[in-house]
C-alpha cells in the first residue's frame, strides 16, 4: 500500500456523517415524483377549506414512504397554515392517548400538560379552531395500531372530528403500511368504511439503476471524493437490489466505510463490503445490525437463543429469562425492543396477552450477526449460553 494511501489518525472519511444516519432527510427525493405529485393532489381540497382526502400507501420497506410523505408535509407546512399535516410514528404511539398526545405537541409546540384524553383531544380542536385549519395526520406503520386495537376508533374518531365539534372538518388520513400481506382498508370496520375513502398510492421497488442513483447521491454528499470507486458501489448496489431495500444500501456502505477509515485507508474496498456481511447470510440483517449498540445486540443475541430453544416469546416472559445476563430495568429493556423492531429484525405483535416476539431471521444468522460487534463497541461478541 502507498503511504499517501493512509490516512492520519485524525482523519475521516465521511465528509458529513449525517447523511448515513437513519433520521437523515435527504435533499434531493429521487423517483417518487408519481407519488409526491398524487398525495399533493389529496391535500388540496383542504387549501380550500374542504377535509383532505385519504390515502393507503403501501410498499415494502426501504422504498421511501416516509421520507415521501416527510418531504410533502414539510413542503406543505411552509407554504400554508390552513393545512396542518402531521407525522405519528405508530410503532412508537399506538395508544389513543399518544397518538392523540403527538397531534397536540405538535399544534401546540409542547407536550400537553394533561393525561386525559378528553382534554387533549380538547386542546387539539381549540388550536385548529383558532387556527381555522384543517388536520391531515400520517399513521406510519399503521399495523401497529391494528395490533393495539386502536385502528378503528382512532381512524373513526379523526375522519369525524366533527361529530365531537360541529364547527370542526373531518381530518384526512394518510395510513401507511410495509406489511403488503395486510390491506388497511379492509381493516377498517363499516363505520369508518363509510367516511374513509383512500386512495391507494404504491411504492413500488426501486430498479438497480434508481438504487445506484440514490446511493451515488449519498455517496456525494457523505463521503470525500473517491473514497467509494464505481466498482464497491456496483457491489453494494447489487446487494440492495437483493434486499429492494435502500436501507440495507445506506447501511453497508457505512459500515464499508468506518472499516477502511478503521484501518487508516483513504478508499473502501470490494472486500471491505464483503467483511460486513461475511458469515452473515443476509446483507439485510448484516446492515440492520451494524447500527446497534452492544446492549441492543446483546438483547438480540438472547432473543435469537430463546427461539432457537422454542421457548416462550412474549416480551414479558423474554424479560424474565433475560435477567440471568442482562442487568437491565424493564424500561431499557422495552427502549431496546422497540429500536431492534425499528430495525426490522424483529416483529412485535400484539396478542390478547400482550407482545410476542418474532424473529425475522434464523437464529444462527444473528449470533454470527451479533458476534460481529458495531461501530464504536468495544464489547466482545456475546457468549453462548451454557
Ligand atoms: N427516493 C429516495 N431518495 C433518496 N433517499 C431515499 C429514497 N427512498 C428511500 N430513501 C432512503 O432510504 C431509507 C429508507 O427510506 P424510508 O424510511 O422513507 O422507507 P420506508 O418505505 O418508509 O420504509 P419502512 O416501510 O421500513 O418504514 C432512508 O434513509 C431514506 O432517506
Same mark, same amino acid.
Given at each position: 500500500?502507498?503511504?499517501?494511501?493512509?490516512?492520519?489518525?485524525?482523519?475521516?472519511?465521511?465528509?458529513?456523517p449525517?447523511?448515513?444516519?437513519?433520521?437523515?432527510?435527504?435533499?434531493?427525493?429521487?423517483?417518487?415524483?408519481?407519488?409526491?405529485?398524487?398525495?399533493?393532489?389529496?391535500i388540496?381540497?383542504?387549501l380550500?377549506?374542504?377535509?383532505?382526502?385519504?390515502?393507503?400507501?403501501?410498499?415494502?420497506?426501504?422504498?421511501?414512504?416516509?421520507?415521501?410523505?416527510?418531504?410533502?408535509?414539510?413542503?406543505?407546512?411552509?407554504?400554508?397554515?390552513?393545512?396542518?399535516p402531521?407525522?405519528?410514528?405508530?410503532?412508537?404511539?399506538?395508544?389513543?392517548?399518544?397518538?392523540?398526545?403527538?397531534?397536540?405537541?405538535?399544534?401546540?409546540?409542547?407536550?400537553p400538560?394533561?393525561?386525559?384524553?378528553?382534554?387533549?383531544?380538547?386542546v387539539?380542536a381549540?388550536?385548529?379552531? =383558532?387556527? /381555522?385549519? &384543517?388536520?391531515?395526520?400520517? $399513521?406510519?406503520?399503521?399495523?401497529? !395500531?391494528? #395490533?393495539? @386495537?386502536?385502528y378503528?376508533?382512532?381512524?373513526?374518531?379523526?375522519?369525524?372530528?366533527?361529530?365531537?365539534?360541529?364547527?370542526l372538518?373531518?381530518?384526512?388520513?394518510?395510513?401507511?403500511?410495509?406489511?403488503?400481506?395486510?390491506?388497511?382498508?379492509?381493516?377498517?370496520?363499516?363505520?369508518?368504511?363509510?367516511?374513509?375513502?383512500?386512495?391507494?398510492?404504491?411504492?413500488?421497488?426501486?430498479?438497480?439503476?434508481?438504487?445506484?442513483?440514490?446511493?451515488?447521491?449519498?455517496?456525494?454528499?457523505?463521503?470525500?471524493?473517491?473514497?467509494?470507486?464505481a466498482?464497491?458501489?456496483?457491489?453494494?448496489?447489487?446487494?440492495?437490489?437483493? =434486499?429492494? /431495500?435502500? &436501507?440495507?444500501?445506506?447501511? $453497508?456502505?457505512?459500515?464499508?466505510? !468506518?472499516? #477502511?477509515? @478503521?484501518?487508516?485507508?483513504?478508499?473502501?474496498?470490494r472486500?471491505?463490503?464483503?467483511d460486513?456481511v461475511?458469515?452473515?447470510?443476509?446483507?439485510?440483517?448484516?446492515?440492520?445490525?451494524?447500527g446497534?449498540?452492544?446492549?441492543?445486540?446483546?438483547l438480540?443475541?438472547?432473543?435469537?437463543?430463546?427461539?432457537?430453544?422454542?421457548?416462550?416469546?412474549?416480551?414479558?416472559?423474554?424479560?424474565?429469562?433475560?435477567?440471568?445476563?442482562?442487568?437491565v430495568?424493564?424500561?431499557?429493556?422495552?427502549?431496546?425492543?422497540r429500536?431492534?423492531?425499528?430495525?426490522?429484525?424483529?416483529?412485535?405483535?400484539?396478542?390478547?396477552?400482550?407482545? =410476542?416476539?418474532?424473529? &425475522?431471521?434464523?437464529?444462527d444468522?444473528?449470533?454470527?450477526?451479533?458476534?460481529?460487534?458495531?461501530?464504536?463497541?468495544?464489547?466482545?461478541?456475546?457468549?453462548?449460553?451454557?
Amino acid at each position: 500500500m502507498r503511504y499517501s494511501s493512509l490516512l492520519r489518525s485524525d482523519q475521516t472519511l465521511f465528509r458529513d456523517p449525517e447523511v448515513f444516519e437513519s433520521t437523515y432527510t435527504p435533499e434531493h427525493l429521487h423517483h417518487r415524483d408519481a407519488q409526491v405529485r398524487e398525495l399533493a393532489f389529496l391535500i388540496r381540497p383542504a387549501l380550500r377549506g374542504a377535509s383532505p382526502m385519504n390515502a393507503i400507501l403501501r410498499g415494502p420497506p426501504g422504498t421511501g414512504k416516509t421520507t415521501t410523505v416527510r418531504r410533502v408535509f414539510a413542503e406543505v407546512a411552509a407554504e400554508t397554515r390552513r393545512v396542518v399535516p402531521v407525522y405519528v410514528n405508530c410503532r412508537q404511539d399506538h395508544t389513543l392517548l399518544a397518538v392523540y398526545r403527538c397531534i397536540s405537541r405538535h399544534l401546540s409546540g409542547y407536550a400537553p400538560p394533561s393525561r386525559h384524553l378528553d382534554d387533549v383531544r380538547e386542546v387539539i380542536a381549540a388550536r385548529l379552531r =383558532e387556527r /381555522d385549519a &384543517r388536520l391531515l395526520v400520517c $399513521l406510519d406503520d399503521a399495523d401497529y !395500531l391494528i #395490533a393495539a @386495537g386502536t385502528y378503528n376508533v382512532l381512524l373513526y374518531q379523526l375522519l369525524r372530528l366533527y361529530e365531537g365539534w360541529s364547527d370542526l372538518r373531518g381530518a384526512g388520513v394518510f395510513a401507511v403500511t410495509s406489511d403488503l400481506a395486510l390491506n388497511l382498508y379492509a381493516e377498517a370496520d363499516g363505520p369508518v368504511r363509510s367516511v374513509f375513502h383512500p386512495t391507494e398510492v404504491n411504492f413500488w421497488p426501486y430498479t438497480k439503476t434508481e438504487i445506484r442513483g440514490i446511493l451515488s447521491d449519498r455517496v456525494r454528499q457523505g463521503l470525500y471524493p473517491g473514497v467509494v470507486p464505481a466498482t464497491v458501489l456496483d457491489l453494494v448496489v447489487e446487494m440492495t437490489a437483493g =434486499e429492494q /431495500d435502500v &436501507r440495507v444500501g445506506i447501511a $453497508l456502505l457505512r459500515q464499508a466505510c !468506518l472499516q #477502511a477509515e @478503521g484501518d487508516s485507508r483513504r478508499r473502501v474496498t470490494r472486500k471491505d463490503v464483503m467483511d460486513v456481511v461475511a458469515g452473515v447470510g443476509s446483507p439485510a440483517l448484516a446492515a440492520r445490525t451494524t447500527g446497534l449498540s452492544s446492549g441492543e445486540r446483546a438483547l438480540l443475541y438472547r432473543i435469537a437463543e430463546q427461539s432457537l430453544s422454542g421457548a416462550e416469546m412474549m416480551a414479558g416472559a423474554v424479560f424474565e429469562e433475560v435477567q440471568d445476563y442482562l442487568a437491565v430495568g424493564k424500561t431499557t429493556y422495552h427502549a431496546r425492543l422497540r429500536r431492534l423492531a425499528d430495525a426490522g429484525i424483529i416483529d412485535l405483535l400484539h396478542t390478547g396477552k400482550g407482545y =410476542e416476539v418474532f424473529l &425475522r431471521y434464523a437464529p444462527d444468522e444473528v449470533f454470527a450477526a451479533c458476534a460481529r460487534g458495531g461501530p464504536g463497541d468495544q464489547s466482545p461478541g456475546c457468549p453462548r449460553k451454557g
